[in-house]
């Protein structure tokens, strides 16, 4: 019988790194009832020591073989079924959503008139309405799997802690047996058969000990992964928050935009085509548009955007339009853009509180210390919250809103294209710059279609999961505005 080795140095390593937890009496383990250190071994002693050896590893084999964090076949049925009613739910709104765009489409080919714009927007709204709910839909689908895993963690951390307390109680035993020497056993014992009883026992308590350090190595892999996933449902949850908020603007935007168009022309189609004529009105509203851009101190024109952005755009490839609308979506957020850690927030919106820890605190002290500010008082984003609970992490800074971590990787591009040093998330150009750099990295400087809603996609999430698709669209149909806007602004200046 071939036995894995574990020298004396080793098991006591182990032992003392576990001696914290053991509780109590459970210290004082049978075995010293039995032996000590140059007692005579009896066969009787001998006998029920090899019993409690044996009581002893069926404590540690059933400890470790038993289910390590999976629920009961009742709760994954609840849950599997839950889920399954969720994705039947879903299909069918994205199949009306589908339904609602091609009636989209075929409105704007038909004539500009008064009754198929307003047909148009209410059919926008009806979209939007579903999308709305396909988020809330999603979001029902990730507290499911949310809880799931929450369960999970709690069954696998308490079986962490029940393995590492019976894996210090069979250390502690393997540590008192070893202090008695195979030469003081063999000459205890009645017979040569004893002894290698003995022998193998105290061989099968080492190989389960080490059983039992793997299983525990197991165990905690197992936790480590089941924590990411939870990290990661919950900044799903985040985004698909921040993706309703902009989703909820969008359509009281629409529903305002067909009020307003009704009460503007009273229904009467000539006012409408009057409307669409006037386009020297419309060039001025173009120019003096303001361009609100939350975090930065001072507000800039339509105008003025539109000359940093080609400016910007004229270093990176990346298409004004586009910038423009990448920007308006994040500054859209609304309440979840600086509106955080400002002068006189509760210290549940301090930077300490909405920021990740690991990941964005020290970065931010090190842009403020950089800046001059003072990191007590500077806005940034907030974090989501649902039910009252946060949802992920703030922090994003500036009106590209870069989290900290991530404007370190950029700030000295950022430097070289503007000459701010250092350059600066809430200054408006440098804003402009590092979300043109950042786009560009993700290929949107290829000035396609495909490649900039792939930009637009990572720009928000890190990915191109379409279940966000409503961001990566949505930057688009804010860009054809735009180019609108410009073209016609180009225009005007060529007569």
Known sequence: MIIKSISRKRVQDIFFSFKKEIVGNKRRILISLFLSKGQKITRQRFVSLLIFSFFLFSIIQSSVTAPIFFQSKEAEALYDEERAKLEEELEAVEKEIAGYERLIVTTKQEKQTLQNKINELRSRASKLSLQIKSANLNLEYLNVRIDETTTSIIKTTDKVSATKENL??????????????????????????????????????????????????????????????????????QKLLAMQLLQKSDLEK?????????????????????????????????????????????????????????????????????????????????????????????????WREIMKPSRDQQPFLQVCRELGLDPNITPVSCPMFRSGQQIGWGGAMGPAQFIPSTWMAYKDQVSKMTGNNPANPWDIRDAFAAAALYLSRWGAAKQTRDA????????????????????????????????????????????
């Open 452 to 495: 900039e809603w792939r930009a637009a996609m990572i720009y928000f999430s890190g990915s191109t999961n379409t279940r966000y698709r409503f961001y990566g669209d949505n930057v688009l149909a804010i860009a054809d505005r735009y180019e609108r806007d410009i073209s016609y602004l180009k225009e005007l200046a060529r007569r």
């Open 168 to 237: 210090a109680n069979a250390l502690q035993s393997f540590y008192q047996l070893k202090q008695v020497s195979l030469l003081e056993i063999l000459l205890g014992s009645g017979t040569i058969s004893e002894f290698f009883d003995y022998s193998n026992a105290l061989n099968n308590i080492q190989e389960k000990i080490q059983e039992s350090i793997e299983e525990l190595g197991a165990l905690k892999l197992t936790l480590n992964k089941q924590n990411q996933e939870l990290g990661s449902d919950k900044d799903e949850t």
């Open 254 to 350: 629409t529903e305002d935009e067909k009020v307003s168009l009704w009460h503007i022309t009273d229904g009467n189609e000539d006012k409408y085509q009057q409307m669409l004529s006037e386009s020297r009105q419309k060039a001025n509203e173009i120019r003096a548009r303001i361009y609100q851009l939350i975090g930065v101190k001072t507000q800039v024109t339509f105008g003025e955007a539109l000359e940093i952005a080609n400016w910007v755009s004229s270093r990176t490839g990346v298409r004004p339009a586009l910038l423009l609308a990448v920007l308006t979506q994040e500054s859209n957020l609304g309440q979840n853009v600086g509106t955080c850690n400002r002068p006189g927030d509760p210290p549940s919106k301090s």
